[in-house]
């Protein structure tokens, strides 16, 4: 295996890594790192946790210390959470030469952000719509010093090239060089056919497929489903976590709104759960609070939607509770490989209603296994222990999300967009 100098990158650079103990590229730095140094696009797929953030970081930062001057490189990711942690690590990898990183994302002030990015930092990490948002409204001199950018990385990149998120990627890319006079790096854990169709593109380009191991589900990861009513799935939920097998793991509970996101974990805490979440609507340092809770054991119970599924960096994982199936069999993939990581055991339970079964079908296709049913909890036991106080919990819950007004600034921002599209 070559080390971090014979793959290219600056002495610097290998010296800031070996101080943070990282001696040895992982198969994607080893890959990715000498071609983007050689000047090329890079399509880069790799799994979660397999160090490809230094792939595109370290070429990076060579390559800028060459020549420090105005914004080197532009980063974008679909989520707040991982956009601060790629700047983190730029930040931690490139403290000895003073390395500027512009954090842009929802949640932040507007004109704080706008004045930094007019300071030209070294490195703008961002999310698409905040970007897209200065782009429209804070003007050139704000946003003139990506015309410049030498780098374009797209994290993510198959979930950024999706279509609720391309128009503000579009926005985005209107401002910044010529796909010829810029380099672009795409790294993902899935690589698409809107991905796959951007190597035709270009004849400069390098690309490194997912392996097959990346996008199976781990070999220690036990998959069970429970067959449970839509209407009282919550209480299913709850005899899972309070069942002896369960009690004492850390678990993430996996949604697919925001809105059943916070019903649950209200719900969860009024029965004694120690409970955090993790979605979109909540302010961000709130976000970054409840994942500070979860890392450090405040919180033994994650429920989040799939802003946790990719990318962040979580603590071991015993437990993954799918509460409401993924239309993707891919994220299906991705929320379990949250648990049995390492070589350590992992388990995952599927909760299946009567709607869910052609989902089911999907995915067991997917992964080329059948899930076990998960015997642990008995319909009498819900019936028994769980269904008339969680009932009470769930409408205690309601009542609380109604007199916080939960979701009301969704729906002003909503209101506000339609306004802006009439207009």
């Avoid at 706008?114 to 704000?142: C, M, N, Q, W």
């Avoid at 030498?150 to 128009?167: G, H, M, N």
């Avoid at 929320?335 to 995952?348: C, N, P």
């Avoid at 319909?379 to 609380?400: G, M, N, P, T």
Wanted: aromatic letters at 6%.
């Amino acid at each position: 295996m070559s080390t971090f100098s014979q793959l290219g990158v600056a002495k610097w650079l290998d010296e800031s890594l070996a101080a943070m103990a990282i001696y040895k590229p992982s198969d994607i730095q080893q890959d990715c790192i000498p071609p983007i140094l050689a000047g090329k696009d890079c399509i880069g797929g790799a799994k979660t946790g397999s160090g490809k953030t230094i792939a595109f970081a370290a070429p990076m930062l060579t390559q800028w210390s060459k020549d420090p001057y105005g914004i080197c490189g532009l980063i974008i990711t679909p989520t707040r959470e991982l956009a601060i942690q790629i700047a983190e690590q730029f930040k931690a990898i490139g403290a000895n030469m003073n390395v500027k990183v512009s954090v842009i994302v929802g949640g932040n002030d507007m004109i704080k952000q706008s004045l930094e990015l007019e300071k030209r930092p070294h490195f703008v990490v961002a999310t698409p719509g905040r970007l897209a948002d200065h782009i429209k409204s804070s003007g050139e001199d704000t946003i003139c010093g990506l015309r410049r950018v030498k780098f374009l990385v797209l994290d993510e990149a198959d979930r950024l090239l999706s279509s609720s998120i391309a128009p503000d990627l579009a926005t985005c890319m209107e401002v910044l060089p010529p796909a010829n006079k810029r380099q672009t790096l795409l790294f993902t854990a899935t690589i698409t056919d809107a991905v796959r169709s951007l190597k035709d593109r270009s004849d400069n380009i390098y690309t490194r497929e997912v392996p097959e191991s990346a996008m199976a589900v781990p070999e220690q990861l036990e998959q069970y489903f429970l067959l449970s009513p839509s209407y009282v799935k919550q209480a299913y939920l709850y005899c899972v976590l309070d069942s002896e097998e369960a009690r004492d793991k850390t678990a993430i509970i996996f949604v697919n709104r925001t809105q059943t996101a916070e019903h649950i974990r209200r719900t969860l805490k009024l029965l004694d759960i120690k409970v955090t979440s993790l979605h979109s609507q909540m302010p961000q340092q709130e976000r970054l609070n409840a994942l500070g809770r979860f890392r450090a054991g405040a919180a033994t119970v994650l429920v989040a939607t799939d802003v946790a599924s990719r990318g962040l960096d979580i603590p071991e994982v015993e437990l993954v509770i799918n509460f409401d199936l993924p239309a993707d069999p891919d994220d299906y993939v991705h929320r379990v490989g949250r648990t049995a990581r390492a070589g350590r055991k992992g388990i995952s339970v599927t909760l299946v209603s009567e709607r869910d079964v052609e989902r089911v079908e999907n995915i067991e296709a997917r992964v080329g296994t059948k899930m076990s049913e998960y015997t642990a909890v008995s319909d009498r036991a819900v019936i028994d222990k769980a269904l008339k106080k969680v009932s009470v919990a769930k409408r205690q819950a309601v009542l609380e999300m109604d007199r916080d007004k939960f979701g009301e600034r969704k729906k002003i921002l909503s209101r506000k967009r339609d306004t802006v599209k009439k207009a």
